[in-house]
């Protein structure tokens, strides 16, 4: 194989990697369907309806009611600074997904069930990912990794550092 055919495999196998990544990261895990500020502001307005007294979601806490209030804020603010949710930036989209879980959250009554985005990058590529799951999810990914650390230290005792 001469070194013109060898870098020419190379870049192809690159451009293959490359454009799987970028497919990957274009997927969307979720959908925002009031993605204008004119929509998103008579969805809003039925949510706020709906957490008056006579409403469907009049059962919510004080606290959840402006936990609530705020996201809902967050979002149209976000919505009115860039005109729809096309045009946010990966960054403020992960914002707006977030805080629309949220208020689906506490209005379902389905913490666990929350999805949380966040952007992550891969050790050794400067590629960032969307990285969603559930809060269940993420906390029992944390517990799972504190009893690894708490298996590990049990087994490797702690050096006594005023011995030296």
């Known amino acids: 194989m001469t070194m013109k055919s060898l870098g020419l495999a190379v870049a192809l196998i690159a451009c293959g990697f490359a454009s799987t990544a970028v497919a990957k990261r274009g997927e969307a895990a979720w959908t925002f369907k009031a993605d204008t500020p004119a929509a998103f502001a008579e969805q ?15 059962g919510i806490s ?4 402006r936990v609530v209030e705020s996201e809902l804020d967050k979002i149209g603010a976000l919505l009115e600074r860039k005109g729809s949710a096309s045009a946010l930036s990966d960054g403020e989209q992960v914002e707006l997904a977030n805080a629309q879980e ?38 029992r990914t944390r517990q799972k990794s504190q009893e690894g650390m708490d298996r590990l230290t049990r087994q490797q005792p702690v050096p006594d550092l005023k011995q030296r």
């Open 44 to 58: 809003a307005t039925k949510v706020r309806e709906g957490m008056r007294p006579s409403g469907p979601y009049a």
């Open 62 to 65: 004080a606290s959840d009611r």
């Open 102 to 139: 949220r208020v689906n959250a506490i209005l379902t009554r389905n913490d666990g069930d929350r999805l949380v985005c966040t952007y992550e990058r891969r050790s050794g590529s400067n590629f960032k990912y969307k990285n969603c799951m559930t809060a269940s999810e993420r906390e």
